[in-house]
Nanobody
Framework: QVQLVESGGGLVQTGGSLRLSCAAS????????MGWFRQAPGKDREFVAA????????RYKDSVKDRFTISRDNAKNTIFLQMNSLTPEDTGVYYC????????????????????WGQGTQVTVSS
């Protein structure tokens, strides 16, 4: 089992940047592919970015592809989401999630594939 704790959210103006972190408990962090999702008020949770167990593969939602970067540090049991050029459409609660998998190079975008979720961190982008 793994517990996930997100941090780094906040209020930022349009065009600004934020870096989210997700710290995972447990000694088997490298057995999990990881992902970031977000949920805006009144909307369903949506995929944002994912990274494989080794970090060799990543996947992004089209609208964030050139602005966000997902990364991981397996030695520190942490993943990151660097978000640049933020817009009000990026506003929402951001969740990290862990997918226990035997595949080392697969980054997963499907919500249902993830086994564990964090509590979320609020990101608000003002216009």
């Amino acid at each position: 089992q793994v517990q996930l704790v997100e941090s780094g959210g906040g209020l930022v103006q349009t065009g600004g940047s934020l870096r989210l972190s997700c710290a995972a408990s447990g000694r088997t962090f490298s057995s999990y592919a990881m992902g970031w999702f977000r949920q805006a008020p009144g909307k369903d949770r949506e995929f944002v970015a994912a990274i494989s167990r080794t970090g060799s593969s990543t996947r992004y939602k089209d609208s964030v592809k050139d602005r966000f970067t997902i990364s991981r540090d397996n030695a520190k049991n942490t993943i990151f989401l660097q978000m640049n050029s933020l817009t009000p459409e990026d506003t929402g609660v951001y969740y990290c999630a862990a997918d226990y998998t035997h595949y080392t190079t697969v980054a997963v975008s499907a919500t249902g594939e993830y086994d564990y979720w964090g509590q979320g961190t609020q990101v608000t982008v003002s216009s």
